[in-house]
């Protein structure tokens, strides 16, 4: 089983729609947490981190639940722009710091 | 503001051959990471270096060797290539201060095909 887990996809929406992530982690131990957005044959590149209280960045609002290792994402207002691979990303504090990604969900908005 | 550079960007080597890809980390950032992206795959942890010295190491087969020098640049050489080393490698950096809250920043990434 992977550490980090998230539906694959795709998931194809239209413009303005309001689409939801999720991911789960098997470590409990995990310290934070992101999402990345990786276009095709680009680098990943930081979205937002994710705190147990939630935080919102403009139509992007990220959640996480320590108790069932669960994160979220949300995206409203969808946009064409906002079509490429989010990945939910997990820093496993081992003493170092590193990230583990889960395998990506792949979002595609349509006009 | 300076990112962290990867060179070369597309890299072509024959089986059996040895490739080397160069990482130049964000200036004053004390940790170096290498990361392998298959195609359709999520980036896999290769190795890390916190101070130029190995700080982790992940599915890094015996075959790859990596190194961080005195000017913290990083290099993570690859023998006797297989097919299946065709991949994206990517490079990030962190400062370990902020890493907690702001994860790492990736490089552009070298495109390794091997034929």
């Known amino acids: 089983r992977k550490e980090v887990e998230q539906d694959p996809g795709p998931f194809n929406v239209p413009e303005g729609a309001t689409v939801a992530f999720n991911c789960t982690y098997s470590n409990s131990a995990s310290q934070s947490f992101f999402w990345y957005r990786q276009d095709c044959r680009k680098e990943p590149k930081l979205l937002m981190s994710v705190y147990s209280s939630g935080n919102e960045d403009g139509r992007f609002t990220a959640q996480l639940n320590r108790a069932s290792q669960y994160i979220s994402l949300l995206i409203r207002d969808s946009k064409l722009s906002d079509s490429a691979t989010y990945l939910c990303v997990v820093n496993m504090n081992t003493g170092f710091q590193k990230l583990v990604f889960g395998t990506g969900t792949r979002l595609l908005v349509s006009p | 503001a300076a990112g962290v550079i990867q060179s070369p960007r597309h890299l072509i080597k024959e089986k059996r051959e040895t490739a080397t890809l160069k990482c130049y980390p964000i200036?004053?950032?004390?940790?170096v990471y290498w990361y392998q992206q298959g195609p359709g795959q999520d980036p896999q942890f290769l190795i890390s270096?916190?101070?130029?010295?190995?700080?982790d190491k992940g599915s890094i087969p015996d075959r790859f060797s990596a190194q961080q020098f005195s000017d913290y640049h990083s290099e993570l050489n690859m023998s006797s290539l297989e097919l299946g080393d065709s991949a994206l490698y990517f490079c990030?950096?962190?400062?370990?201060?902020?890493?907690?809250?702001?994860?790492?920043?990736f490089g552009s990434g070298t495109r390794l095909t091997v034929v």
């Open positions: 200036p004053r950032h004390d940790t």
């Open positions: 990030a950096s962190s400062l370990t201060s902020t890493a907690f809250n702001y994860g790492y920043t």
């Open positions: 270096f916190y101070e130029k010295m190995q700080s």
